[in-house]
């Protein structure tokens, strides 16, 4: 199995900014197209545990548009495994009228006959600096 496959590596870096614009407004049909429709889709949030495609669709379709979902991300790292399976992991920061949030988010991506798709994603927050 070849590790950061180039090629794999490159597929996967053009592909998250569409991951990215669709997060930050909210569009939920394309965040809905990029993750796995399969019933063990998962993705673990700051707040809420969701579990399969009808539970991610209705955590996206709640959020208000005008949330203020814009970040700046400070790190990303694609690992690939193979042809087929990779993670992407980053960090980013928010501002909030409470000051600076800091935060990560890991996604497992696999190739699947649609396309590449998360299956699994975790988000999280850092507490304050002190």
Request: charged share 25%; aromatic share 10%; proline share 7%.
């Amino acid at each position: 199995m070849r590790i950061n496959d180039p090629e794999v590596v490159a597929e996967l870096r053009a592909l998250y900014p569409r991951y990215e614009e669709a997060l930050v407004s909210n569009d939920v049909e394309t965040l809905m197209a990029m993750f796995w429709s399969g019933p063990q889709v998962m993705r673990f949030g700051t707040a809420e545990n969701l579990y399969g495609p009808d539970e991610l669709a209705a955590f996206r379709k709640s959020r208000p548009a005008a949330a203020n979902l814009a970040r700046i991300v400070t790190r990303l790292d694609v690992v690939t495994f193979g042809r087929d399976f990779a993670s992407i992991t980053l960090e980013f920061e928010r501002s909030t009228p409470a000051g600076l949030v800091r935060g990560r988010q890991s996604q497992t991506w696999v190739r699947l006959p649609e396309g590449w798709r998360i299956v699994a994603a975790h988000v999280s927050c850092l507490p304050p600096a002190v």
